[in-house]
């Protein structure tokens, strides 16, 4: 637990000391959640040949997404209440959130449609996880989230997204 505080500060310690890295924080924490939306989108439009292809890739990313946020999350955030870095500690706060912090809902959902986007294609899904891996580490520095909730939502994620592409796969080829 101490080094998950430690390097919370660290990352934390980053932000409210320039403007402009702040709106970058900002933009990757709100924002590009919308912009990995608009990627998979464009993965499934360009990189993915096939209608029936595009389909069952978007039904697996989207399952094993919301599964990972919905349903896994939310069932571990029932029985385990941890609050917000925020709450707990003296940071430079740069968003707000008012549920519980771990796991990270955004880690576990993109995690688990970066996953799946891998298992199709790894140039795609290199993309993928490096900009989930930035998202997740910007909401780190904007102090709502301590790296080990990150963690466990990257690691619902991965599992989910690779359990969901699995089973897909035995049913539908």
């Known amino acids: 637990m101490w080094f998950d505080i430690k ?20 933009f990757f924490a709100q924002t590009a959640p919308y912009v990995l939306g608009i990627v998979f989108l464009l993965f499934l439009a360009f990189a993915v040949r096939g209608r029936y292809a595009k389909i069952r890739i978007f039904l697996v990313g989207a399952l094993a997404g919301i599964l990972a946020r919905l349903g896994i999350t939310e069932l571990i955030r029932f029985f385990y209440h941890r609050p917000r870095p925020f709450t707990a500690l003296p940071i430079r706060q740069l968003l707000s959130s008012d549920n519980w912090s771990f796991p990270s809902g955004h880690a576990a959902f993109f995690f688990a449609v970066s996953t799946v986007v891998f298992l199709y294609s790894r140039s795609w899904g290199i993309v993928f996880f490096s900009l989930a891996i930035a998202m997740t580490v910007s909401r780190i520095i904007a102090g709502i989230h301590y790296p080990s909730d990150i963690l466990g939502g990257a690691l619902v994620g991965i599992g989910t997204g690779y359990l969901v592409f699995v089973f897909a796969k035995k049913r539908l080829g």
Do not use: K, P, S
Not at 7 to 26: E, K, P, S, Y
């Open 7 to 26: 390097l919370f500060t660290v990352l934390n310690g980053l932000a409210a000391r320039n403007g402009i890295f702040d709106g970058l924080i900002v």
